[in-house]
């Protein structure tokens, strides 16, 4: 749920009090000169009116999803101002007016008035969540962006040693580390040395390979289980007894591969 656009900050928390001030004070004045009524009983009428329509407004953020229809807001709506109009002429009622005109008079007043502040208000209220909804997409493809595109994805590793030249297929790969410069491929028959980066086979290998440390990239299909070590590392054992560290950020990626 996405924070209250009206009370995320200091300013729009005043902001927010300064209109519903406003609006108080404009229906007030309405009631006043063309209702023609006591200036109290006006003034405590436009103040019930309007903190109960404020406060309706405000809850309305958060429902605002769940009303997709327009007949369904207009119904909301039409709730709503009955109930502020109620708790308004509720208001009068406690000072025990003596002018039976005012309900009469408040009602089609504070109906349109009412109505014409839920409109603006809720196309505010979908202004801004269309507003989030493409802040969060450009976010999302900014993260997209980020992330370095996977290459064609090898079948097989040669390593050249001397005059001879070995072809390490990937089901025969346990697991590789970093070497310095190069990194060491490790399998059930040996190990080879390879002039290559981490980040290249991490790029180029598929799926069932995950790096789960900056220094280690493993073959998912030759774990057998995983337990942890210390605070924040993970030691990963293989189907040849052999175990290789991973981080919490490997593990995580970790258990992503495996569906744990």
Known sequence: MSPHPLTESFIKKTTGTALAILAATVLWLLLTLYGNLNVINTLVASAAYVFLLSLAGYLYWYIVDYVPTFVLRVLIAVVVQIVCIAGAFAAIMILETD???????????????????????????????????????????????????????????????????????????????????????????????????????????????????????????????VELFGKESYNVYLKNGTSVRASTTGYKLLKEKLLL
């Open 99 to 225: 002018e039976p005109e005012v309900a009469v008079a408040i009602f089609p007043l504070c109906f349109v008035y009412g109505l014409l502040c839920l409109i603006v208000l809720n196309q505010w209220y979908h202004s801004v969540k269309d507003r989030l909804q493409m802040q969060q997409i450009e976010e999302n493809c900014r993260k997209e962006s980020m992330e370095p595109e996977r290459g064609e994805v090898i079948d097989r590793i040669s390593v050249k040693e001397g005059v001879q030249i070995h072809i390490v297929r990937l089901e025969e790969l346990l697991y590789i580390q970093a070497y310095g410069d190069y990194v060491m491929l490790f399998t059930d028959k040996g190990k080879y040395i390879k002039e290559q980066t981490m980040k290249y086979f991490e790029m180029h290998l598929p799926l069932t390979f995950v790096r789960i440390h900056r220094s280690c990239i493993v073959n998912t299909e030759k774990i057998t289980r």
